[in-house]
């Protein structure tokens, strides 16, 4: 696992400035949320950790290595996405192979990650179905099957659950948790979910309008909120 060291990061899309000196410290093995309204940066923040945005000043650190300039495939991290899109005409094995294959990893090791998150994400009665043939829970779990298999030193969450009803929310906020703390692999999770921020984190980030407002631990937010803004945002229901 590895540690992330978000210091003094800027972004400009040309002269519109979203995310104004952010600095987080994320331990390894931490599960840190980005939590904030829509539109404050939070996308932005964490698609440059995983080095899908530019830095436009500042620097991002992943374990002992600055990767400002490094491409995604070489930061040893992997992103989970609202739209997860799986590939429609492969089956769910072949889904979380796909990114172990295109990395022309060894075909034992491929069969054995995937045997392994298959088991730690209880996927192994739908191996041979397609993704059109799951529920919407079964597809979240293939998706975060295929960020598994590449033993990642960072996970990173983009609203994963947003597409999903409430109850099926509510149960995969739980085995989200009961997966990092079996890999206990460094993880970054954004949300504009109050309840899920407060339920899931380690520490919390608030942010608005591209600032980070209060970072804590979820009890501190609610106890000791440094103002108005985040005591309206965690005090309220979602
Ligand atoms: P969040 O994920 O918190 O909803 P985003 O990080 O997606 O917020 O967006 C932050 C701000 O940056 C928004 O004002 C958004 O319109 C802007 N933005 C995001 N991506 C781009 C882009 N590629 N080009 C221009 N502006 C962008
Ligand atoms: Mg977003």
Redesign the pocket.
């Known amino acids: 696992m590895a540690q992330v060291a978000i210091s003094n990061v800027a972004?400009a899309?040309?002269t519109?400035k979203?995310?104004h000196d952010v600095s987080v410290d994320i331990a390894d093995g931490q599960f840190v949320v980005?939590v904030?309204?829509?539109?404050?940066?939070?996308?932005?923040?964490?698609?440059m950790v995983a080095g899908l945005?530019t830095v436009s000043g500042g620097t991002i650190a992943i374990g002992d290595r600055v990767v400002n300039h490094l491409p995604p495939a070489k930061r040893d991290i992997a992103m989970v996405f609202q739209n997860y899109a799986l590939y429609p005409h492969k089956t769910v094995e072949q889904n979380m192979a796909f990114a172990l294959k295109l990395r022309k990893t060894d075909p034992a090791v491929v069969k054995e990650r995937v045997k392994r998150a298959a088991d730690i994400l209880d996927l192994n009665p739908y191996l041979k179905r397609y993704p059109r043939q799951l529920s919407g829970g079964q597809r979240q779990r293939v998706a975060m099957g295929r960020a598994i298999v590449r033993n990642p030193q960072v996970f990173l969450f983009?609203?994963p659950l947003s597409n999903l009803d409430a109850k099926l929310r509510v149960q995969m906020r739980t085995e989200i948790k009961e997966l990092h703390q079996r890999l206990k692999t460094t993880t970054i999770y954004?949300t504009?979910d109050q309840i899920e921020a407060m339920t899931m984190a380690d520490k919390i980030v608030v942010?608005r309008d591209?600032r980070i407002e209060q970072i804590g631990a979820p009890l501190e937010l609610f106890d000791r909120p440094a103002n108005l803004f985040v005591a309206g945002f965690i005090g309220s229901p979602s």
């Open positions: 972004k899309f040309g519109v979203v995310l980005l904030g309204p829509s539109g404050c940066g939070k996308s932005t923040l964490l698609r945005e983009d609203e954004v504009h942010m591209g």
